[in-house]
């Protein structure tokens, strides 16, 4: 069969013409749809144009490619009109279309009617393409990133004996009881940093079983107290390492079931007690070690291995236990096991556990859980617990209680709707249901004899009609209670009435903090919302400016909004309120739907309260902000490092007639498997909606984000005035793409990222976090990457980093999570200098 000459001249032509004309119907009907709801005429007048254009090469006429550039050349200079010099904000107005302009120009070479054609059509395809190339590579040098300012001169000192850092060990798990994540070696540098490679590495043995896939996340940063690694895994199984081989002494399994992992398998940290060091007495006797589950030294534990560990109900144990590792498990109960062996510490609760659901009443399996490290203080253990979130206005008490760190013994309880009851509710009764939790990790001033605990929300987060005025005045903040008597000192509210689940997820630091009267005791606390407070950690009272905004009214509660929020105006990770331009995607049809689901929603700036006749923007997202990765601080430098997400969530609420009929049922009523995305459909029962949330406001199909980069990032701030020396992107879009595709480019996008950074006195910051699985370490100076080395899995953990026989080792699990959909693993990886 032969064709025609002119249909072989122009085949290309109606090819392009059709994708052309196909591409301009999307955009002119999405364009009148948008233009209709008040937004950019853009796509409008740009689809009508491409179909024109289209049309015309279809009927062979070099004109509609004539046309096409000239839309190209009104898109370039509509694209930094709009954009600036923003590189990713760019990709989305000009990608697309600069790959299109290739079969263009192609085809207009195609239809001349000079000899040679062809070959005139080969050069003008190639010389597009280089033109392209070179287009994007302009594009890619704009990092938007500013220059960097300069560390302060002056360094401060830490006068509180017990705030001094971590030195050649890690005994706690923000380094010392400050929570400053600040190592004070110096062996590594940025000079030689560089040169850092692996020095060993080891598989816990731990990874998910098929009815935990798609839950865990290990968030571990291990301690190092003499010469022992302790490492804790997602489901509790607690390891002593050599710190120097990586060889194992002994692991330690609390058997903890599937059925009791909550939103995500996660062991934040384990926390050490010394008993010789308080003078709280002498360890007697030996331990035993016949029948004691221990696993001897140099066991290298397999998944299917690990699955053979005698069960932890048959350990013996040792009743003087003077060095102690104490943790908490999944299904809330409290251990510890002696430093040296791994063996149960007999003399504490009833062999060596404590079960903190006492008191409580109805706890379904998986409800209530402790994943972050207890703080001991003064001898008492402090700790609160992890209740799921969206199931049940009347879930499990958020209670706090402290514990005689020697026998286990309650001390107190601070239940706030009945601060009476000190030590077990009245016969009959349960602590009350459904208030604030503590879930992250406390800190604690001995020398004030408080504990300084970040609140969480009570239970149902984005529906706030039930809740008491008590809880109210507790939720969101931060409290100080009295580590002796459980009372209430002092408390912080960081958020009123909150319904956009902005519980406060980091650790507070403790800081001498410089002022015109000298130095004063404080707290740094950061927020989900990003703004960070600094406290007079003796009163609560602000030592730096904090000031109120008006804030949107309406949602399905109009009178529980508060009118004023409170923000911080010393500084803030915060920024500017989302608008239209700021809208994203891989293509101007992406960024068009997202441009229209902005114009749908309920948005009217910072704490738009969520609706149920349309979705709403929050923004910052539950995930934004500094959550439980916390900040690191340099306290002689008087520098504030912190890693931050900057993504909004499009929330819905269901009334409860249509969420029952979509099977939206608390987890111990359904049947549907464990884990899930926080919020992504949860019941909230007993309230009349449940809530429907799009955490980082994702593109169906694609999976693309609808904001423009970056969705993370890192800053330096200056202690002494707030002002930002400098605030980076943090993530490579290596790892990320649509259709979950991995693009494996190394350009710097800032992707989502949880977990923290360490700094060393030397001028280093090591972090991970982001989802592109590399760890990093950062110039502190100019806030520049100079080394990075690929992890197996995830490293969504804070790492951390000692001294062992000379030689300064950096440790990270890289266990990888399911929210931030990371590769799962079961490494923990030991750097050091070659040598």
């Given at each position: 069969?032969?064709?025609?000459?002119?249909?072989?001249?122009?085949?290309?032509?109606?090819?392009?013409?059709?994708?052309?004309?196909?591409?301009?119907?999307?955009?002119?009907?999405?364009?009148?749809?948008?233009?209709?709801?008040?937004?950019?005429?853009?796509?409008?007048?740009?689809?009508?144009?491409?179909?024109?254009?289209?049309?015309?090469?279809?009927?062979?006429?070099?004109?509609?490619?004539?046309?096409?550039?000239?839309?190209?050349?009104?898109?370039?200079?509509?694209?930094?009109?709009?954009?600036?010099?923003?590189?990713?904000?760019?990709?989305?107005?000009?990608?697309?279309?600069?790959?299109?302009?290739?079969?263009?120009?192609?085809?207009?070479?195609?239809?001349?009617r000079r000899a040679g054609r062809w070959r005139v059509a080969a050069l003008s395809c190639a010389?597009?393409?280089?033109?392209?190339?070179?287009?994007?590579?302009?594009?890619?040098?704009?990092?938007?990133?500013?220059?960097?300012?300069?560390?302060?001169?002056?360094?401060?000192?830490?006068?509180?004996?017990?705030?001094?850092?971590?030195?050649?060990?890690?005994?706690?798990?923000?380094?010392?009881?400050?929570?400053?994540?600040?190592?004070?070696?110096?062996?590594?540098?940025?000079?030689?940093?560089?040169?850092?490679?692996?020095?060993?590495?080891?598989?816990?043995?731990?990874?998910?079983?098929?009815?935990?896939?798609?839950?865990?996340?290990?968030?571990?940063?291990?301690?190092?107290?003499?010469?022992?690694?302790?490492?804790?895994?997602?489901?509790?199984?607690?390891?002593?390492?050599?710190?120097?081989?990586?060889?194992?002494?002994?692991?330690?399994?609390?058997?903890?079931?599937?059925?009791?992992?909550?939103?995500?398998?996660?062991?934040?940290?384990?926390?050490?007690?010394?008993?010789?060091?308080?003078?709280?007495?002498?360890?007697?006797?030996?331990?035993?070690?016949?029948?004691?589950?221990?696993?001897?030294?140099?066991?290298?534990?397999?998944?299917?291995?690990?699955?053979?560990?005698?069960?932890?109900?048959?350990?013996?144990?040792?009743?003087?236990c003077t060095r102690r590792i104490v943790f908490g498990t999944l299904d809330a109960r409290i251990?510890?096991?002696?430093?040296?062996?791994?063996?149960?510490?007999?003399?504490?609760?009833?062999?060596?556990?404590?079960?903190?659901?006492?008191?409580?009443?109805?706890?379904?399996?998986?409800?209530?859980?402790?994943?972050?490290?207890?703080?001991?203080?003064?001898?008492?253990?402090?700790?609160?617990?992890?209740?799921?979130?969206?199931?049940?206005?009347?879930?499990?008490?958020?209670?706090?209680?402290?514990?005689?760190?020697?026998?286990?013994?309650?001390?107190?309880?601070?239940?706030?709707?009945?601060?009476?009851?000190?030590?077990?509710?009245?016969?009959?009764?349960?602590?009350?249901?459904?208030?604030?939790?503590?879930?992250?990790?406390?800190?604690?001033?001995?020398?004030?004899?408080?504990?300084?605990?970040?609140?969480?929300?009570?239970?149902?987060?984005?529906?706030?009609?039930?809740?008491?005025?008590?809880?109210?005045?507790?939720?969101?903040?931060?409290?100080?209670?009295?580590?002796?008597?459980?009372?209430?000192?002092?408390?912080?509210?960081?958020?009123?009435?909150?319904?956009?689940?902005?519980?406060?997820?980091?650790?507070?630091?403790?800081?001498?903090?410089?002022?015109?009267?000298?130095?004063?005791?404080?707290?740094?606390?950061?927020?989900?919302?990003?703004?960070?407070?600094?406290?007079?950690?003796?009163?609560?009272?602000?030592?730096?400016?904090?000031?109120?905004?008006?804030?949107?009214?309406?949602?399905?509660?109009?009178?529980?909004?508060?009118?004023?929020?409170?923000?911080?105006?010393?500084?803030?990770?915060?920024?500017?309120?989302?608008?239209?331009?700021?809208?994203?995607?891989?293509?101007?049809?992406?960024?068009?739907?997202?441009?229209?689901?902005?114009?749908?929603?309920?948005?009217?700036?910072?704490?738009?309260?969520?609706?149920?006749?349309?979705?709403?923007?929050?923004?910052?997202?539950?995930?934004?902000?500094?959550?439980?990765?916390?900040?690191?601080?340099?306290?002689?430098?008087?520098?504030?490092?912190?890693?931050?997400?900057?993504?909004?969530?499009?929330?819905?609420?269901?009334?409860?007639?249509?969420?029952?009929?979509?099977?939206?049922?608390?987890?111990?009523?359904?049947?549907?498997?464990?884990?899930?995305?926080?919020?992504?459909?949860?019941?909230?029962?007993?309230?009349?909606?449940?809530?429907?949330?799009?955490?980082?406001?994702?593109?169906?199909?694609?999976?693309?984000?609808?904001?423009?980069?970056?969705?993370?990032?890192?800053?330096?701030?200056?202690?002494?005035?707030?002002?930002?020396?400098?605030?980076?992107?943090?993530?490579?879009?290596?790892?990320?793409?649509?259709?979950?595709?991995?693009?494996?480019?190394?350009?710097?996008?800032?992707?989502?990222?949880?977990?923290?950074?360490?700094?060393?006195?030397?001028?280093?910051?090591?972090?991970?976090?982001?989802?592109?699985?590399?760890?990093?370490?950062?110039?502190?100076?100019?806030?520049?990457?100079?080394?990075?080395?690929?992890?197996?899995?995830?490293?969504?953990?804070?790492?951390?980093?000692?001294?062992?026989?000379?030689?300064?080792?950096?440790?990270?699990?890289?266990?990888?999570?399911?929210?931030?959909?990371?590769?799962?693993?079961?490494?923990?990886?030991?750097?050091?200098?070659?040598?």
């Open positions: 069969m032969t064709f025609p000459s002119s249909f072989a001249r122009s085949w290309l032509a109606i090819a392009t013409g059709v994708l052309l004309a196909l591409i301009g119907l999307v955009l002119l009907g999405g364009g009148v749809w948008l233009a209709w709801l008040g937004g950019s005429p853009y796509y409008l007048v740009t689809g009508a144009a491409m179909i024109v254009a289209g049309v015309l090469l279809v009927l062979g006429r070099p004109a509609g490619g004539w046309l096409y550039v000239a839309i190209f050349v009104c898109t370039v200079l509509w694209a930094f009109w709009e954009a600036g010099d923003d590189a990713w904000a760019l990709v989305p107005r000009i990608f697309a279309p600069a790959v299109l302009l290739i079969p263009v120009i192609c085809s207009l070479a195609a239809l001349g010389g597009t393409v280089v033109a392209v190339g070179a287009l994007f590579a302009i594009v890619g040098t704009l990092d938007g990133a500013g220059r960097p300012g300069d560390l302060p001169a002056a360094r401060m000192a830490m006068s509180d004996p017990s705030l001094q850092t971590a030195g050649k060990d890690w005994p706690q798990y923000g380094g010392s009881f400050a929570g400053h994540r600040y190592s004070p070696l110096t062996q590594i540098t940025p000079a030689n940093v560089g040169t850092l490679t692996r020095a060993w590495s080891v598989h816990t043995g731990d990874m998910p079983s098929d009815k935990a896939k798609g839950t865990y996340g290990a968030e571990n940063t291990p301690l190092k107290i003499g010469d022992t690694l302790y490492v804790c895994t997602p489901k509790n199984i607690v390891i002593a390492y050599d710190p120097a081989t990586g060889d194992q002494k002994w692991r330690f399994d609390p058997r903890v079931p599937d059925s009791a992992i909550p939103y995500t398998a996660a062991c934040r940290g384990v926390s050490y007690y010394d008993a010789n060091a308080d003078g709280a007495g002498q360890a007697q006797g030996q331990p035993g070690v016949e029948d004691s589950g221990v696993v001897a030294a140099n066991y290298a534990a397999t998944p299917s291995e690990t699955a053979k560990i005698v069960s932890a109900a048959s350990r013996s144990s040792d009743p003087a251990f510890e096991i002696d430093a040296d062996t791994g063996e149960r510490c007999g003399d504490f609760g009833t062999n060596g556990e404590i079960d903190t659901t006492r008191g409580m009443g109805k706890v379904p399996a998986g409800y209530v859980s402790i994943n972050s490290p207890p703080a001991i203080v003064d001898g008492v253990i402090v700790t609160g617990h992890q209740v799921t979130d969206g199931q049940d206005r009347w879930s499990p008490s958020g209670v706090i209680r402290g514990y005689d760190v020697r026998t286990g013994q309650l001390v107190w309880a601070w239940d706030m709707m009945h601060p009476d009851w000190t030590k077990a509710p009245p016969e009959g009764q349960t602590w009350s249901r459904g208030t604030p939790n503590m879930w992250t990790i406390a800190s604690g001033d001995e020398k004030l004899g408080l504990v300084y605990l970040p609140m969480g929300n009570s239970s149902a987060d984005y529906y706030s009609g039930l809740r008491t005025p008590v809880e109210n005045e507790y939720a969101t903040s931060l409290v100080a209670l009295d580590v002796k008597t459980g009372k209430p000192r002092w408390h912080f509210q960081a958020v009123r009435n909150d319904v956009w689940d902005y519980d406060l997820g980091s650790q507070a630091s403790l800081i001498d903090f410089p002022t015109k009267a000298g130095m004063v005791p404080a707290i740094v606390l950061p927020s989900k919302q990003g703004d960070i407070y600094v406290l007079d950690r003796r009163t609560g009272k602000p030592l730096t400016p904090v000031g109120k905004i008006r804030t949107p009214l309406g949602g399905v509660e109009p009178r529980m909004r508060a009118r004023t929020q409170k923000v911080s105006l010393w500084h803030t990770l915060r920024k500017p309120p989302l608008t239209e331009k700021d809208m994203w995607g891989m293509s101007p049809i992406d960024q068009m739907v997202c441009r229209i689901q902005f114009r749908e929603a309920s948005y009217q700036g910072f704490y738009t309260p969520p609706t149920d006749k349309r979705r709403s923007i929050e923004y910052p997202g539950y995930n934004g902000g500094s959550d439980w990765g916390s900040l690191a601080i340099d306290p002689e430098r008087g520098v504030i490092i912190a890693n931050y997400n900057d993504m909004p969530n499009y929330v819905k609420l269901v009334p409860r007639k249509v969420a029952d009929a979509l099977g939206w049922e608390p987890r111990d009523q359904s049947n549907g498997p464990i884990g899930g995305a926080e919020g992504a459909g949860d019941p909230q029962a007993n309230t009349p909606y449940a809530v429907d949330v799009n955490a980082g406001w994702r593109l169906p199909f694609t999976g693309m984000l609808c904001k423009e980069p970056p969705y993370g990032g890192i800053q330096a701030i200056d202690i002494a005035t707030g002002k930002t020396i400098w605030d980076r992107p943090l993530g490579t879009a290596r790892k990320n793409g649509p259709f979950g595709i991995a693009s494996h480019l190394p350009l710097t996008i800032g992707t989502p990222n949880n977990g923290g950074a360490v700094i060393t006195r030397s001028g280093l910051i090591f972090i991970a976090a982001a989802t592109d699985d590399l760890i990093r370490a950062i110039d502190m100076k100019t806030g520049k990457t100079v080394w990075q080395d690929a992890l197996p899995g995830g490293g969504q953990a804070t790492p951390m980093i000692y001294e062992e026989h000379g030689k300064e080792y950096l440790v990270i699990y890289a266990g990888g999570h399911h929210f931030m959909e990371t590769p799962v693993s079961d490494q923990v990886i030991a750097y050091a200098l070659p040598g």
